[in-house]
């Protein structure tokens, strides 16, 4: 890969959209590929399923984000976490069996057996509240909401 400055078309249920990312990570997650890229029309970090590209090409702009200055910008669109849980063992056990794409876990223990979710809410988005409220209710009742 020669620049991580991309154009990528994607197949979203029946539309076809082209963004224009910068590549962060391409990695595997339970058997599909995902490529995670920051949007640099909207600013923000985007999960892509790889199954549905279309087409993938360099993305030419007169003033290109440099890895640093994307970081930095994420950084700064981290700190409007509004949604912390402490999981215990059972509701860990729960998370590795499903978890949303975006949400991931840091462990506070060596034995990983306590560990702590941070993620942001789009309180304004009722289908994306609704999901993450019956996600946390399949975690169980290991959970404690701070």
């Known amino acids: ?36 890229g920051f949007d640099l029309k909207e ?15 360099p993305y030419t702009t007169k ?4 890895k640093k200055k994307i970081l930095e910008k994420l950084s700064k669109k981290d700190e409007a976490i509004n949604l912390v849980l402490e999981l215990g063992p059972k509701a860990i056990a729960q998370f590795k069996k499903y978890h949303p794409f975006k949400i991931s876990i840091s462990y506070t223990n060596p034995y ?16 994306e509240v609704m999901e993450i409220i019956n996600w946390v209710l399949f ?3 290991d959970i404690t909401i701070r």
């Open 1 to 36: 890969l020669l620049d991580s400055h991309l154009l990528i078309t994607i197949k979203e249920e029946k539309e076809i959209k082209s963004y224009s990312i910068y590549l962060l990570h391409l990695y595997q997650e339970k058997s599909q590929w995902i490529i995670e």
């Open 112 to 127: 990983q057996s306590t560990a702590i979710l941070k993620t942001f809410i789009n309180v304004n988005n009722s289908d």
């Open 63 to 66: 003033k290109k984000l440099n």
């Open 43 to 57: 600013e923000k970090k985007r999960m892509f399923p790889v199954d549905y590209l279309i087409n993938i090409e």
């Open 139 to 141: 975690l169980g009742k």
